[in-house]
């Protein structure tokens, strides 16, 4: 679990300067620097369930309001079926936008409910 923590450390180190370009990096960075930094305290054994609980929430709500947004997920696969992410990294079209954005919270909460049971069952052990 180390190394798979120390990798989505770094990758959401990356991640979060990619957004410095972004149109909202003040929300994006703060997101994915929580994450890193879940991410290498779990390297270094250290969980705080209060941490996760509170990522979860904001992660959670936030990737729902994205898939309900007039141009979030919803919008990009029923009106503009699901057209391709990749085809530029300029947010041009919102809908692509909300979409990319969507999906890397189901990055960050996948890992953190891997975490999540992995230390769960530690946890449970002692």
Same mark, same amino acid.
């Given at each position: ?31 994915? &620097? %929580?994450?890193?930094? @879940? ?11 209060? !941490?996760?609980? #509170? ?5 959670? &709500? %936030?990737?729902?309001? @994205? ?11 029923? !009106?503009?079926? #699901? ?44």
């Amino acid at each position: 679990m180390k190394l798979f923590n120390y990798i989505f450390c770094v990758v959401f180190v990356i991640f979060a300067g990619l957004q410095y370009n972004d149109p909202d990096p003040y929300i994006w960075m703060p997101i994915y &620097l %929580y994450s890193a930094a @879940l991410c290498y305290l779990a390297a270094k054994g250290r969980f705080s369930r209060r !941490a996760y609980i #509170a990522g979860f929430a904001v992660y959670a &709500l %936030y990737a729902i309001y @994205l898939l309900f947004d007039k141009t979030g997920v919803l919008n990009w696969v029923e !009106a503009h079926h #699901a057209e391709s992410m990749v085809q530029t990294m300029k947010a041009e079209k919102p809908w692509i936008e909300e979409s990319r954005e969507f999906f890397g919270l189901v990055i960050l909460i996948v890992v953190m409910l891997i975490n999540w049971k992995i230390f769960s069952r530690k946890l449970e052990r002692t």
